[in-house]
């Protein structure tokens, strides 16, 4: 009919009807038709499902001065769409406008919140420990994102990228790490082998009968390279041929 609108609302999407450019009601998916005499009803369509993006290059200063660039992936969905459109022009943009509007808003936020962070952190507590920097998501960043409307479900560490000095820093300290276990290891060793030749000469030394049999040893031996003829130091004390 000719003043009839129809209004399709796409799975895993949210509409949020206008009328006059006040808000009437939220419209779940499916479609819906209405009077529109004089154009009066505007739609915002909003994804009802998570979306995953990824922040790319953020540069930080450590404790200790250490420029640093990071990537991280967040998932992210807008929980609130009242509030995320009462932020932003939804009526004169693309239908899909979102995307970018949120992530930027999310890319603006937590750069704030990483100066602060990571700006009480040693270069070398942030390496020995990135694997748990994003572990869970900040309490403040999601409480400034929640006035966007926009809840934070995860955040993932991509990368750290160290200046090119401090990566080669980086690998001479764990090379000398493994050179100093190598070594401790080593010298384990070493002593353990002294500990047990010690003890093998204690247990000869007070042993007549272990003593008669490593001068017999010693005698077959010598034979075995066919020198017949050899002399012997002192015989064994006690000892009988």
């Known amino acids: 009919m000719?003043?009839?609108?129809?209004?399709?609302?796409?799975?895993?999407?949210?509409?949020?009807?206008?009328?006059?450019?006040?808000?009437?009601?939220?419209?779940?998916?499916?479609?819906?038709?209405?009077?529109?005499?004089v154009n009066e009803i505007?739609?915002?369509?909003?994804?009802?499902?998570?979306?995953?993006?990824?922040?790319?290059?953020?540069?930080?200063?450590?404790?200790?001065?250490?420029?640093?660039?990071?990537s991280y992936l967040v998932e992210y969905a807008i929980v609130d769409?009242?509030?995320?459109?009462?932020?932003?022009?939804?009526?004169?943009?693309?239908?899909?406008?979102?995307?970018?509007e949120?992530?930027?808003?999310?890319?603006?936020?937590?750069?704030?919140?990483?100066r602060e962070a990571i700006a009480q952190l040693d270069s070398e507590h942030l390496h020995e420990h990135r694997q748990t920097l994003l572990a869970t998501v900040p309490e403040i960043l999601q409480q400034c994102l929640?006035?966007?409307?926009?809840?934070?479900?995860?955040?993932?560490?991509?990368?750290?990228?160290?200046?090119?000095?401090?990566?080669?820093l980086f690998a001479k300290q764990l090379e000398a790490k493994i050179r100093a276990k190598a070594d401790l290891e080593n010298a384990r060793t070493t002593v353990a082998a002294a500990r047990a030749l010690k003890n093998a000469a204690d247990l000869i030394k007070e042993n007549e009968n272990i003593r008669f049999f490593q001068f017999l040893e010693t005698m077959t031996k010598i034979a075995a390279k066919g020198n017949h003829t050899f002399v012997i130091g002192e015989w064994p004390q006690n000892s009988k041929p």
């Open 2 to 37: 000719l003043f009839r609108k129809q209004i399709s609302i796409k799975p895993h999407q949210v509409g949020y009807l206008y009328v006059k450019n006040r808000f009437r009601r939220r419209l779940e998916p499916g479609i819906y038709y209405f009077w529109d005499w």
């Open 42 to 70: 505007t739609v915002a369509y909003l994804p009802a499902q998570s979306r995953l993006c990824t922040i790319t290059n953020q540069e930080v200063l450590t404790k200790d001065a250490i420029a640093l660039r990071f």
């Open 81 to 100: 769409g009242e509030r995320f459109l009462a932020h932003f022009d939804a009526f004169s943009q693309a239908e899909n406008f979102y995307p970018y």
């Open 102 to 114: 949120a992530e930027q808003v999310i890319s603006n936020l937590s750069q704030i919140y990483w």
């Open 146 to 168: 929640a006035e966007y409307g926009i809840s934070l479900l995860r955040l993932t560490l991509r990368d750290i990228t160290f200046p090119k000095t401090i990566q080669n």
